[in-house]
């Protein structure tokens, strides 16, 4: 008999088992902080604050991290683009992945103050390449911008300019020109129980003051966010976003709980 292998054998077993029994235990501690969470008195402190929580979702969720990569756009892609006066990209890795993309014929919009996104809908389906991978995210009067973020499984990428469908708006009120980028090859892994989102509303009351007395949540819903910038590939996590009094956006760590310093893109 080989001693010493089966010595290590029996060691690198107990290892395992160890590992395995900590990772119940924290589960364990995790599930019992939800449930004791749950009967806390917090939201009769919301009450007391006056403080609205509008409509947040019930229930447990599952969700995952995303794994992505950079979605290469093809020359006949671009050759099939229509009313475009001239089209300008960058490449990486020899590999088309962003576009610039000035009209033929400026578009017009109206007033960006009352820009509503039924507005670009047909010109996104119809006319961008892959346009019906978008959604709607903001208006930036002071820059001029319209922009969009690539969803998936029914959850935007937030923040990524990686992700992004962003249009430039004139001093007429005409959109001039737009920016493209996409990704692709989609990887899930890690699924697991994300943190209710009343949970993640306790996170905003109990850090830094972002919710203060008379504060309403006049949005909430579950993205992705960037969590990790490899090489190529990119990953997000899913987050809790939450809009304060119609204009402030706050973005929760939807498996931690921590409240995500946002770094604009626009």
Sequence with gaps: MDWGRTKMMLILTFLILDFFLIVQFIEKQNAEQIETFTESPFEEQLEADEISLGELPQGPIKASYISV???????????????????????????????????????????LSEFTPDKLQTFIVEEVIAGENYAFWGVNEEL?????????????????????????????????????TLLSDFE?????????????????????????????????????????????????????????????????????????????TE
């Design 188 to 264: 899930s892994f890690n699924e697991n129980n994300i943190l209710p989102a009343i949970q993640a509303v306790w996170s905003m009351y109990g850090q830094g003051g972002v919710l203060t007395p008379g504060s309403n949540i006049t949005k909430t819903e579950l993205v992705y966010y960037p969590l990790i910038q490899l090489t190529e590939s990119q990953v997000f996590t899913p987050t809790w976003h939450f809009v304060v009094n119609g204009e402030k956006d706050v973005y929760v760590n939807a498996f931690e709980g921590q409240i995500i310093k946002d770094v604009e």
């Design 144 to 180: 001029g911008t319209i922009t969009y973020y690539q969803q998936y499984d029914g959850r935007q990428f937030f923040r990524s300019q990686s992700s992004m469908l962003q249009f430039t708006v004139n001093e007429e009120n005409q959109i001039v020109e737009y920016d493209q």
């Design 69 to 111: 990569m950079p979605r290469q756009f093809t020359e006949e892609e671009m050759a099939d683009l229509e009313g475009v006066d001239t089209i300008e990209y960058i490449r990486q890795d020899n590999k088309i992945q962003r576009l610039n993309i000035t009209l033929e014929e400026p578009m017009e919009v109206g007033e």
